[in-house]
């Protein structure tokens, strides 16, 4: 009987003790903080988003401020395309629809993460592939057949085994599959003509692998604005004429 009143006494001696730690811990300005990256909103056109992050231990939160997109626009004609382009982040178009995981995770400057050669990549995103036919990884945009190409690279992450690829599609159409990223291959760059898609789907695809994230710093979407020198040209004839 002593024994068990023994034991007892401890286990509550312990609890306490770790709830006054918990307590003590949440007490302004006592608490170690270990932030992690909870919610992220991205910016638009229209409006700046934003990167909340929470302590492990307190929940504290504070946010960071993403300032509202700004477009790159090359003034001068491109002389193979003849078209005005505005390119984008791929990532910070709105989404059409996704799989139940988001494929697409950002990551912040403090936690970056490291490539098979052994670079850091900060500020980037993470995408997620998968092997699964029964829960593919995908995300979806509706592009209403206004843009014209996707160009990016992508990265090996360390540690990772197995293969890795993007694919994507014009609704059901399979349009354009990258190389495939290995320890043998860690940066694969690629450009998918998009010209005239309405939905575009781009799938995060594994070998070897139950499914694991890969670094894409960077994957620029292009929009046609303005007229092109065919039209233009073609106006004119008509005028002409």
């Known amino acids: 009987m002593r024994r068990v009143i023994v034991l007892t006494v401890a286990v509550l001696l312990v609890i306490v003790g770790m709830v006054a730690y918990q307590l003590s811990s949440r007490g302004e300005g006592t608490c170690a903080h270990d932030y992690y990256l909870a919610d992220y909103v991205p910016a638009t056109e229209e409006e700046n988003g934003y990167r909340e992050y929470t302590c492990l231990h307190c929940r504290d939160t504070y946010r960071e401020t993403v300032p509202m997109l700004q477009m790159r626009e090359d003034v001068a004609l491109d002389a193979q395309e003849g078209e005005n382009t505005r390119s984008y982040n791929l990532f ?88 495939r990223l290995s320890a043998e ?50 106006f004119e004839n008509q005028q002409r004429e």
């Open 92 to 179: 910070t178009l709105p989404v059409y629809s996704m799989s139940g995981r988001n494929i697409v995770n950002p990551v912040s400057f403090e936690a970056d993460l490291l490539d098979v050669e052994g670079y850091h990549h900060k500020n980037c995103y993470q995408l997620l592939c998968s092997n699964s036919s029964s829960d593919p990884a995908y995300q979806r945009w509706e592009l209403e057949g206004e843009y014209s190409k996707v160009d990016g690279t992508i990265y090996m992450r360390e540690g990772n085994p197995g293969s890795f690829w993007l694919e994507f599609y014009d609704g059901e159409e399979l349009i354009y599959t990258t190389e």
């Open 185 to 234: 291959s860690t940066s694969v760059s690629f450009s998918v003509d998009v010209t005239g898609v309405n939905f575009l789907t781009m799938y995060g695809k594994s070998q070897g692998s139950m499914g694991c994230w890969i670094i894409a710093d960077q994957i620029t979407i292009t929009k046609n604005v303005g007229e092109t020198v065919e039209s233009r040209e073609g």
